[in-house]
């Protein structure tokens, strides 16, 4: 998949996640017309969990609450999958803050990038979207280290050229 294609993906679920949030503002205080409510509304507790769920923030009149305010307010992780290479890409910076309150990243913390052949190891990819996500208050979620498939070259071929299992073991 190209990067257009990717992130047009990505657009779409943003879109498709904004829908589900706004249909879910008025439980929250806030009308149907994105903006948050001025009406105080009262911390509640939810029946299967001890957090309090609040109303959104207030957003000026000059903006509506963005999807990250919103998941934020209702005490939701909203995450997004993240790759390294796209960061210093000012439209893909911002969507990813205005939307998403977490991160995990695609292919950085995969075997075949942290330690690409026996001796080298590579942090510095996974290492950029953690400073991103420190900086910009977000969460990490860590992703698997092995992927079992063929369209994600995951795992090094000086791996997969192991055949002995006690070898095997050893590496990494």
Not at 6 to 22: C, E, G, N, T, W
Not at 116 to 131: E, L, S, V
């Amino acid at each position: 998949m190209n990067v257009r294609a990717y992130f047009d993906l990505v657009k779409s679920q943003v879109a498709m996640i904004s829908v589900l949030l706004l249909l879910l503002l008025p439980a929250f205080g806030c009308s149907g017309s994105g903006q948050a409510s001025d009406e105080a509304v009262a911390t509640t507790v939810s029946e299967t969990t001890s957090a309090p769920i609040t109303s959104p923030p207030n957003c000026d009149e000059a903006a509506t609450c963005t999807t990250r305010q919103l998941a934020d307010s209702a005490g939701v992780t909203l995450g997004a999958a993240v790759a390294a290479s796209h960061l210093g890409e000012t439209d893909y910076r911002t969507t990813l803050l205005a939307n998403f309150n977490s991160v995990t990243p695609e292919n950085e913390l995969k075997w075949a990038t942290i330690h690409p052949a026996p001796g080298t190891w590579n942090f510095g990819p996974a290492d950029r979207i953690i400073k991103f996500a420190q900086e910009n208050n977000l969460q990490v979620k860590g992703h698997n280290l092995i992927w079992d498939q063929k369209s994600v070259d995951s795992t090094p071929d000086w791996v997969l050229a192991i055949d002995d299992p006690i070898e095997l073991r050893s590496v990494g």
